[in-house]
């Protein structure tokens, strides 16, 4: 009884014990967020505006243990955090919840309120990078670490990040720097984690309902589901990072990877390797875009899959032992089976088994196998390539015979649909090595009979389709190869076009073209996007071309039409589109002309008539040279439209505030095609240079040597005529070479030194004047990469002549007024003055020049320079006849100057010449080039080319 009694106490007094302890502890749950409630949330919200540099905004914000049991946790809610500049406008987060984990004893037994764990619930986030670098994430203000390191009792908020918990994300990031686009919807992620030995070891888990990711405007994933599981090292003394057990699944298809992302000031450098082992082709076509996906469903998909990536490079800037570019791809696809449940019959025993490696350049490409079988036939093949490639070994075997219908069946894919019977036999093997007009002994054929195509871009197909192809090679040289298009025709919206070719000997190709009827690009386009540079209108054909390239003696047999309308035209070289709205190309024998074509580059509009030679040589061969002559007239050009330019940060400052503003600005000099020999008559309506507006320009331009000479030119521009002539030469893509000599009559000085950026460098003083000005000048220089003079390097000599000059505000006339105590010298007004001058060194060295200046006569000579140093003598001659005069010295800046009497100057000129990055016998080769412009053909010559290319025609029909 008595042991039963004690027994019964023990019990109560645990009883007593427990129900205390909870009672503590839930009077704690309620009481701790009570008592530290305010500096909690002091501590966080110091804390947040002492690092953030946007705003956070919220509705309402609480403390509790059960908002994230049993974390104490303090919430802001109904969160707004604006992006950082200059994306101001734009909100960086918007959040149900965003909560913060507090480290219960730390908060009770010290000062310190310790974060531990972040909270982030039902969450958009939109994180931007543009093309500069600039991103509306950088919302930390920039701290000194090392103080806050030592500073360990300045801030009562502390963060030890132990876990990241993110529920139902909406991130948007863009990166319009790289080109990169990814959405994701319903993200949830979860890292635990901790520093350990100086590192911090982070594991976590992602899963993602939804992702798009897209690169370049091209689609990679579309809607796929992803879950990732990885543990990551970040060692931040030698910022790495080491992924280690990491493994991702898009959709089925699971990859595992590891590897190591090095960080360097202005760069990282990579080294990854991803594996997917024992998988299934099913799991690989769930992570093709959604129609795959959907249409996996209803296709029977068997067979085995194995493959290893590893990606070794680097990007920006990074230390030498860092520079590595490696990849290598290991595949094998094993035992496939592929079969719709519509189909009858099944492609079967696919096999595809893949090595291959780019490394400095050196490729080993190796397709062992790639094979399947479809309606009792066969294909099968394989591939290697080894080398450089300058110097690439190949051996290969494909054989094909495919009953396309068939396949169509089999596969039925989304938004593609194809027919008829495909037979290929294609067999390589040698050393290709372009340099030394070596090809691989080759002998192939290839034949696509009843062909069609459709996709779900257009409704109807391209019918009709044929192609008879061969190829031969027996002795591995340029010389011995031939290829014959026996056959080439499509119909496309009631259009058939048909053509035929033969090529032998590519040292010298012999060729036999026959090309007829009409194509329609814009439209093609949207059935399949074609690697062309053109981008829509329409093409009508009817062109017989036999002849031999390279061969002066050949006898050239060319003749037909090529008929453009609405033709769209994308080039590296240009930053704008071009459109040929309608124009002719009419070929015969040597020549193809150009009849009444129009084009369009921006707001510029050109009409273009003339011929070229050699164009065969031209498109085909790295060397060949274009020659033509050509009729060019337009009712306005802006020449600027025609430099390369893109968008820039330019900063600009005042005394308070320094601003970045995005312009589109010049990045180097225009580029002028090499391999051209033409000869240009133009007659431009208004040609824009920046302000300057030149109207009525005509003369004679050549294009030769990658350069542009002009000669017998007249133009009028600031309300005078002016002949001009001269060159310009690109160096490099950031500076040009140029000469120009100018005649010009009754310039307004007025409107050139506000219209002609190099007017206001060479004559500073025609700010404060107006009149009109005549000027005979030869100049020579380089153009900058924003195709502005390199002031230095200016050489000129010429004469100036000045009528009716009136000064207004002329700072160096009116402190010789000062000096002398002559009113009459303040703002003067001149009838005229002629002045000879030469410029070298960056110094204007002026001869002496006479001029009036009621009741007195002056004289002036010196030099000034283009930082605007001068050293001036001028002589004050009394009236009334002016034998008496007042010798004035001037020296100084153009700011900031002193007049003083006296006859001595000092010299400006500097021994040490400015280097140069042109000759004089360069400078005189280029002067001879442009002598030797020849004619353009007249218009009359094109019209008796159409009338023969008509004879022609009408020959071959009544034969």
Known sequence: METSNKKKNRIRKILKWTFTAVGILLIS??????????????????????NLETKLQFNNSNISFFTHFPALTFNFEDVNVSSSKPFEKDTLITAKELGFGINVFKLIFSDRVVINETYLTDCKINLIKDKFGRQNYDVFKATDTSTVANDTSAIGLRLNLKKLKIENATIHYTDNDLGINVMTHGLNYNGKGGIIDGKLKLGSNLDITSIDVAFENSEYLKGKTLKAKSFTVYDTDNLSIALDKNTISLNDLKVNFNGNLDI????????????TENGKIKDLISALPPQYAEWSKAVTLNGGLNATLRLTGYTGTVPKASELNHIELEANIYDGYVKHKEADQALENLDLKFKGSLKDNYIDFNLDSLNFTLNEETTKGYIHANGKLDSLNVVSHITSNVDLSILNETLKLPDLEFNGVLAADITLDGVYQPLASRIPKTKGSFELSEGSLQTSGHPEPIKNIELRATADNEGQTYAESSITINKLKFSFLGNTFTSSAFFKNFDQPEYQIEAKGDIDFTTLHQVIELPIIITKGQLKADLSLEGQLNNPQSDTKNTGTLELKNIGMTSKVLQHPVLIKEGQFLFLNEKMALSNLTVQHQSSDLAIDGYFENYLDYALFSNGVLRGDINLKSPKIDITEFFPKEEQLVQKSDSITTLNTVENTVVGVMQVPKNLDLALTIKIDSLIYNSLNITDFSGQLGIKEQGLFLKNSTLKMVDGTSQLSGFYQPISTEDALFSMGIKAQNFNIEKGYNSIELFKELAPAAAQASGIVSIDYNLTGTLDNQMLPVLPALKGKGTLKVHDVKFDGYKLMGKVSEKSGFDALNDPKISEITIHSTLENNVLELEEF????????LKLEGQTTLDGDLSLKMRIGL????????????????????????????DLSTEDTIENSYSEDELNRLSTQKDSIRSGESSNAINKMQQEIKSVKSDSINK
């Open 264 to 275: 360097f000031d202005q760069g990282f450098a990579y080294n990854l390797l991803l594996k």
């Open 879 to 906: 009236p009334p006849l002016g034998l008496i005069g007042i010798p004035v010295v001037i020296e100084g800046n153009s700011d900031d100057f002193d007049i003083k009497l006296g006859k001595k100057s000092s």
């Open 850 to 857: 006479k001029f009036k200046v009621s009741p007195f006569r």
């Open 29 to 50: 749950l309620f009481a701790i967020p009570s008592i530290f409630n305010d500096a909690i949330s002091n501590e966080i919200k110091k804390g947040i505006n002492k």
